[in-house]
């Protein structure tokens, strides 16, 4: 249409005016609130673990849970007999099936009730709250497709809410473990033959006078075992970090968090501690100098997986994931734990797993001597850390919850602080039977005489806050093993107080001629959900 020339486009003014009318209609007739709010759930608990599992790992929980889904929508139909009823009421039911856990868990905690019990009360409430639900539907509601545009809604943002971070970090940090090519290695010519390296992470292992004060535990038969086979140990040695990734990254990067952040490193996360770890200074001149790294997949993730010998002997054989499990845990599934056979499956099974990488690594480690080329051997094995799976003998120990690496009082409010020091006192004596056995197994296979360092990350956690230092007992938690096996036993360069900083650096300036001076042996707290909050802490003593 032209008035005076000018062009009038009305059509597509109606068009859009019928935009946003379209868009909810679509709400208010979709069918997908069961779906989103079943994939929600997963999401949120990937990101709450995601320093400690791969996005992978979420993967096959996310299909099962659209499964749900479409199970529950199928069978709220079947109920209802009308599509646009059945989505509210699936989609009520999905969220409260995965709400489950966290409203029995708050019931124990505020109420004490014992956990059959609690979950028994909120199988009642969710049952009676679907009856009702279902009658309101049914009955009651007359505008049932503004109450389906609702919860079209809030699934719709609840996704958002947790697929947007997660969706980020898999675009930062990949879905697997990294898949970037090795390093580059150096050909480097040697006329004398160069000793294998090897740095075997006991994760969580503490100090003799440690273990002997607050676990009443006699580690001396051990220690003097290995200064039979002549290694040195710092008996008075505490770690320089309270967690993982920061004791790891700094000691393979031979300075302090704070320093390498002060270098123009862009230090922010955990994630890019993780990115310390696989480019890690050592590793960069252990490379110059013609050595290969190996590593092995663990339970936790922060290993080196872009290794150029990465050992991953978990496969698929597994029914269970670690992962899996504590989803099972979160939802209205854990009531299925009550069934020995369900208990087996879906508890146990991630047990086995990380039973079996702690076997494997310590069989693995015995075989590297057979291979051709020079190694540097980086193993970290997450024992006597919780959980506590081998008794003094290594036989397996039963459980009856799902798999966590929780230390401190993250494991203590599920258990008691008694229960850590009998079971880690249990594990620690399998541990160093496995753990003199490979060193036996490598120093007799090996033709030149490696080098061996055995170290604590840091010290147990019976008296761990990971939120409050007040509620911490440093001396626990810094005190660490720190044993040492140098070619021609000369540790002239070594001190009984060395910390994880300057170990590497004693390393690589005595043996690859480098220029790494001592640095003063500082130690720091910094609690878990801040990880980069650092307490300088200078009394370690007992009390």
């Known amino acids: 249409m032209e008035r005076d020339g000018l062009k009038m486009v009305q059509p597509a003014r109606k068009a859009d005016r019928s935009f946003m009318p379209g868009v909810i209609g679509v709400f208010e007739r979709g069918l997908f609130a069961p779906f989103l709010l079943a994939i929600q759930p997963v999401l949120h608990l990937f990101l709450i673990n995601e320093t400690e599992v791969y996005f992978s790992e979420a993967i096959r929980s996310i299909f099962v849970s659209l499964l749900f889904?479409?199970?529950?929508?199928g069978l709220a139909y079947l109920l209802v007999r009308d599509p646009l009823k059945a989505s509210p009421v699936a989609s009520l039911f999905i969220f409260l099936a995965f709400l489950f856990g966290d409203l029995s868990d708050w019931l124990v905690d505020t109420f004490g009730l014992g956990p059959i019990r609690a979950d028994l009360l909120i199988l009642a409430l969710v049952s009676a709250c679907m009856l009702l639900w279902i009658w309101l539907v049914q009955k009651r509601i007359r505008n049932i497709a503004s109450v389906n545009l609702y919860f079209n809604?809030?699934?719709?943002?609840?996704?958002l809410q947790s697929g947007i971070p997660a969706g980020n970090y898999v675009l930062a940090n990949g879905a697997s473990p990294n898949q970037e090519p090795p390093m580059p290695v150096a050909t480097v010519e040697s006329a004398e033959p160069r000793p294998d390296v090897y740095y075997i992470i006991l994760d969580g292992y503490g100090r003799e006078d440690i273990l002997q004060a607050l676990y009443d535990f006699d580690n001396s038969d051990f220690l003097d075992a290995l200064a039979a086979r002549g290694f040195y140990v710092a008996d008075e040695s505490s770690s320089n970090y309270v967690q993982t990734l920061l004791s790891l990254s700094s000691s393979l990067n031979v300075d302090y968090i704070q320093s390498l952040s002060a270098d123009g490193i862009n230090i922010e996360s955990r994630e890019a501690l993780v990115e310390l770890l696989e480019k890690s200074e050592v590793r960069n001149v252990l490379a110059q100098n013609g050595y290969e790294l190996v590593s092995f997949r663990n339970s936790y993730n922060a290993t080196v997986s872009n290794a150029e010998i990465y050992y991953d002997d978990t496969g698929l054989a597994y029914p269970v994931t670690a992962f899996e499990s504590i989803v099972i845990d979160r939802t209205?599934?854990?009531?299925?734990?009550?069934?020995?056979?369900?208990?087996?499956a879906f508890v146990e099974a991630p047990y086995d797993t990380h039973r079996d990488q702690i076997l494997s690594t310590f069989a693995r480690l015995r075989e590297i001597p057979g291979l051709d080329g020079d190694y540097f051997v980086h193993a970290h094995i997450i024992a006597p850390h919780p959980p506590f799976v081998f008794d003094e003998d290594g036989e397996a120990l039963p459980h009856n919850e799902p798999f966590r690496l929780a230390d401190g009082n993250q494991y203590i409010k599920n258990h008691s602080r008694a229960d850590y020091v009998t079971g880690y006192r249990r594990q620690i004596q399998y541990i160093n039977t496995l753990v003199l056995e490979t060193v036996d197994a490598i120093l007799a296979a090996s033709e030149t005489p490696p080098i061996i360092i055995i170290q604590g990350d840091h010290g147990p956690g019976s008296r761990l806050h990971q939120g409050l230092l007040e509620k911490t007992l440093p001396a626990e938690r810094f005190g660490i093993l720190n044993a040492y096996y140098f070619p021609g036993h000369d540790y002239t360069s070594l001190y009984p107080s060395i910390s994880p900083v300057n170990s590497l650096r004693?390393?690589?300036d005595q043996f690859f001629g480098t220029d790494y001076p001592l640095i003063p042996d500082r130690h720091y707290y910094s609690p878990w959900g801040d990880p980069f909050d650092f307490t300088e802490i200078k009394d370690l003593s007992l009390p």
């Open 506 to 508: 004693v390393l690589l």
């Open 153 to 159: 809604l809030l699934g719709l943002l609840f996704l």
């Open 69 to 73: 889904g479409v199970i529950v929508l």
């Open 332 to 344: 209205l599934a854990r009531v299925l734990l009550y069934v020995p056979a369900f208990n087996k």
